[in-house]
């Protein structure tokens, strides 16, 4: 008797855990039912993907949506649309919001936002601060919550712990992973009267060099070590850091931004200027081929966008009073399948570092694999299709990207988030239903 269900897809190329494999997925009640369904089998819903790649639901672990803060910059609404446009199914959102997201009262108010406003599943950090240090124990705990967020190094907002006495007892609070913004505070203090209003751009990252960012990682890997207290250090950023964190894997893992395999210096200051600034700052070639050479030595456990955005107008100042972040959560998935199609990395390679990739760091439950059981989120892709990004197409209302013009090959389709299907063809149907991310504790 033929089997019936909520969902089909059928005729894609299937990126499983074991292969791609050309096959069709049944889904009921929001999880994969089966992997492989029978030809006469029913559904509600079917979906042709012949010519298409299937793949679970895409993951960008390092998203700011600025909520709450200024709508006219960006909003969870706003920003999960971006991701569904973009083809993400799940994003992670950090604490340095106005106010910060650093206590049960605050993270309670965001739960409960999260779940009657966003498009797509989230997992919210909390953030860390001198005085918050003996609460993260159990803020950590609480539901939807996929890490702690410290800032070592001074950044977008007023999170900070900079020295070791207060960076030590906040990873003796608790025993989750705790994600790194690494950069040495001490170090970029003591450069800062170098410079000046009006310098070049490329500046930025004279001041925040690449000692600023080894430094900092080099500090937080002996307090992990001391303390045995796990490790994810956010957007590395130098040759330097990836050598040195090959001797610390039984701690640590890390993040590559999208920005830092993709853009390079001198050129991003000089064509971009203030649309170029970001923290840590885009560096030459021998950092982005470091990048690449650890994505392709399994060094590299997670990609992220650090969608960051900041008005127009406030892009335009001179530096440094231009504000450091780049847009880039509506962008991630069509950049990382253009690096794929020029070879740069497998389509398998992508899926692990987008999908597994985050499900093993933070310790997710039921996403990051196609498999029986697991949330029916699934990113359909055109490995073939060819588009220009365009600020059009920008749906933040900030309204710009600093990839504007670049031409890709590879293209999100179609956004499946627990068997409703909520982007396809670069429409948004429904209403939004995003839920909090389950994690492991």
């Not at 030809?39 to 960008?60: F, Q, R, Y």
């Not at 991003?268 to 982005?288: A, K, Q, S, T, W």
Request: net charge negative.
């Amino acid at each position: 008797m033929p089997a019936h269900y909520d969902l089909i897809i059928r005729n894609g190329a299937c990126v499983l855990p074991w292969g791609t494999v050309e096959t069709d997925i049944g889904v009921r009640n929001g999880h994969i039912h089966t992997v492989g369904t029978a030809s006469d089998d029913t559904a509600e819903k079917t979906i042709d993907a012949t010519g298409l790649h299937v793949l679970p639901g895409l993951i960008d672990p390092h998203v700011h949506l600025r909520d709450p803060g200024d709508k006219a910059i960006e909003t969870i609404p706003t920003g999960t649309k971006a991701a569904i446009l973009g083809g993400l199914t799940a994003v992670f959102d950090m604490p340095n919001t106005s106010p910060s997201i650093t206590d049960a009262e605050k993270l309670a108010w965001k739960r409960g936002y999260v779940e009657s406003v966003a498009w797509c599943d989230m997992g919210l950090y909390v953030g860390g601060t001198k005085t918050n240090i003996p609460a993260l124990k159990d803020l950590e705990l609480t539901d939807g919550v996929c890490a702690v967020k410290i800032f070592a190094g001074s950044s977008t907002g007023d999170l900070m712990i900079e020295d070791d006495e207060h960076l030590e007892k906040a990873m003796r609070s608790g025993r989750r992973r705790i994600a790194f913004h690494s950069e040495d505070e001490y170090r970029l203090q003591e450069r800062k009267p170098q410079f000046k209003s009006g310098d070049p751009y490329s500046h930025h990252m004279v001041w925040r060099d690449e000692e600023c960012a080894f430094l900092g990682t080099r500090r937080l890997m002996a307090l992990a070590r001391k303390t045995g207290r796990p490790a994810h250090i956010l957007h590395v950023s130098t040759a330097q850091e990836f050598e040195y964190l090959k001797d610390y894997r039984d701690l640590a893992t890390c993040e590559v931004l999208v920005n830092h395999l993709t853009q390079v210096a001198p050129d991003c200051y000089e064509r971009l200027e203030g649309f170029g600034v970001m923290n840590p700052p885009i560096r030459g070639e021998e950092h982005r081929a470091a990048a690449w050479k650890a994505i392709a030595e399994g060094a590299v456990d997670t990609i992220g966008s650090d969608h960051a955005p900041h008005p127009r107008d406030k892009k335009l100042l001179p530096w440094p009073e231009c504000p450091a972040g780049l847009t880039g959560v509506q962008t991630l998935v069509p950049i990382m399948l253009d690096h794929v199609n020029a070879g740069r990395l497998t389509l398998a390679r992508m899926v692990d570092l987008m999908c597994a990739g985050p499900a093993r760091v933070y310790n997710v439950i039921g996403k990051g694999r196609i498999s029986t059981g697991y949330d029916a989120d699934f990113t359909l892709v055109d490995m073939k299709r060819q588009r220009r990004i365009e600020e059009s197409w920008i749906v933040s209302p900030c309204g710009w990207t600093p990839f504007a013009g670049m031409e890709i090959t590879g293209w999100p389709v179609a956004t499946i988030i627990r068997g409703n299907i909520v982007m396809r063809d670069d429409e948004v149907l429904g209403e939004p239903a995003g839920k909090l991310v389950k994690f492991a504790q």
